[in-house]
């Protein structure tokens, strides 16, 4: 198992708030509708990728008092990216001052998961300090005018340093998977704009975050008792609560942001996380349950041993 340990983090959101009321101008909607159906009340917009992902990296980095050319390697969960390319992480390494490989992957809202888990390996391997980003900026691709997609997506980054430690590992188990053969549930073309077949994604989302879930936990070695946080992709606060119920965890376990984020993708599950380490909701040697979902469908969940810096 790897021995690589989370020793910074930070969020950041764009300035710009867009509320449920404000959206009451732009399509046929209500607050009341959306607070419902989502538990979403507002999410922040007009944010970009390489610039969120900057002030997200850096101030993880600053946290963690690493100096960038002690950065072997940025991985950016994004689906987003500024351009076609190059890619957002080699704009985002010129920013910070890295001189290391840089690479963006997109397993849409399971990205920053599966980039938890591939720097994990990375980590295993040899290399000593990743900075792994989650960014999205879904406010780019949304069609303003779609009711069914256009309430429930935000914009934002998060970020993390994971460092190589000797001690006891940190990454007790994941699971990764894809089922391609649901790619048409919800998609964005090239140049496109988001389409969603919402009750479909929300009946295999439930089954996809229970399944890793699952699969994370006994490959760990652990039930669902043991866990003392859930970090679940903010989607849907309906899709959480019906995915939690399934795994017998109950609501308070998990860490919500969503009613102020919306939907952030790759951001929302290193958003979720910060969220609960600041408010003090995780102490040395907690287990930790991240699952995500997202189109592909993807899914991802790891079960991580919190163990910061001391001192
Ligand atoms: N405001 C008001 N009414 C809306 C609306 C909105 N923003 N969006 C859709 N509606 C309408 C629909 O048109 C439908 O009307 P109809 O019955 O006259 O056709 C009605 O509300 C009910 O739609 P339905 O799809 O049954 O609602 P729902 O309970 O499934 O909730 C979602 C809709 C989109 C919130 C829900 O399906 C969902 O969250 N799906 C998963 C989406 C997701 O998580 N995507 C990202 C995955 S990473």
Same mark, same amino acid.
């Given at each position: ?8 983090w ?5 300035e ?6 404000e959206?009451t ?6 607050d009341?509708w959306?607070t419902a159906?989502s ?7 007009d ?11 850096r101030e993880?980095m600053?946290?963690?008092?690493v100096t960038?050319d002690?950065?072997?390697l ?9 351009q076609?390319f190059?890619a957002?992480?080699s ?13 963006d992957?997109?397993?849409v809202c399971?990205?920053f998961v599966y980039?938890?888990v591939?720097a994990m390996?990375?980590?295993n391997?040899?290399v000593?300090r990743?900075l ?5 900026a879904?406010s780019?691709?949304?069609d303003?005018?779609d009711?069914?997609?256009?309430v429930?997506?935000?914009?934002g980054a998060?970020a993390?340093?994971i460092?190589r430690t000797?001690?006891q590992?940190s990454l007790?188990?994941?699971?990764l ?6 790619a048409g ?5 090239q140049g ?5 077949h ?7 989302? *439930? =089954? $996809?975050m229970?399944?890793?879930a699952?699969? /994370?936990?006994t490959?760990?070695g652990?039930?669902?008792?043991d866990l &003392?946080l859930?970090v679940?992709h903010?989607a849907?606060i309906r899709?959480?609560e019906?995915s939690?119920?399934?795994l017998?965890i109950?609501m308070?376990?998990?860490?919500? *942001? =969503? $009613? ?6 790759? /951001?929302s ?8 380490i600041? &408010?003090g909701r ?7 349950l991240?699952?995500?979902?997202g189109a592909?469908m993807s899914?991802?969940?790891a079960v991580l041993?919190?163990?910061?810096p001391?001192?």
């Amino acid at each position: 198992m790897p021995h690589g340990r989370i020793t910074g983090w930070a969020a950041h959101l764009p300035e710009r708030v867009l509320t449920n009321a404000e959206l009451t101008t732009m399509v046929d909607t209500s607050d009341e509708w959306i607070t419902a159906r989502s538990g979403i009340r507002s999410r922040h917009v007009d944010g970009r990728v390489t610039e969120m992902s900057t002030v997200a990296g850096r101030e993880a980095m600053a946290m963690a008092g690493v100096t960038p050319d002690r950065v072997d390697l940025l991985l950016l969960a994004t689906t987003t990216p500024d351009q076609q390319f190059p890619a957002s992480a080699s704009v985002v390494q010129h920013n910070l001052g890295l001189t290391c490989g840089a690479v963006d992957m997109n397993a849409v809202c399971s990205g920053f998961v599966y980039g938890l888990v591939t720097a994990m390996q990375f980590i295993n391997g040899g290399v000593e300090r990743i900075l792994l980003i989650g960014s999205d900026a879904l406010s780019s691709i949304i069609d303003w005018e779609d009711r069914n997609t256009c309430v429930l997506f935000g914009d934002g980054a998060g970020a993390v340093v994971i460092e190589r430690t000797g001690d006891q590992p940190s990454l007790l188990g994941w699971d990764l998977m894809s089922d391609g053969s649901a790619a048409g549930i919800l998609y964005c073309d090239q140049g496109g704009k988001i389409v969603m077949h919402g009750r479909e994604v929300f009946r295999q989302a *439930v =089954l $996809a975050m229970a399944s890793a879930a699952e699969n /994370a936990m006994t490959r760990a070695g652990i039930t669902a008792d043991d866990l &003392a946080l859930v970090v679940p992709h903010q989607a849907n606060i309906r899709i959480i609560e019906a995915s939690l119920k399934r795994l017998g965890i109950p609501m308070e376990r998990a860490s919500l *942001v =969503l $009613a102020h984020t919306g939907n952030t993708s790759a /951001a929302s599950i290193p958003l979720a996380l910060v969220d609960a380490i600041e &408010a003090g909701r995780v102490a040395q040697g907690d287990l930790i349950l991240m699952v995500g979902f997202g189109a592909g469908m993807s899914s991802a969940a790891a079960v991580l041993r919190w163990d910061p810096p001391t001192g």
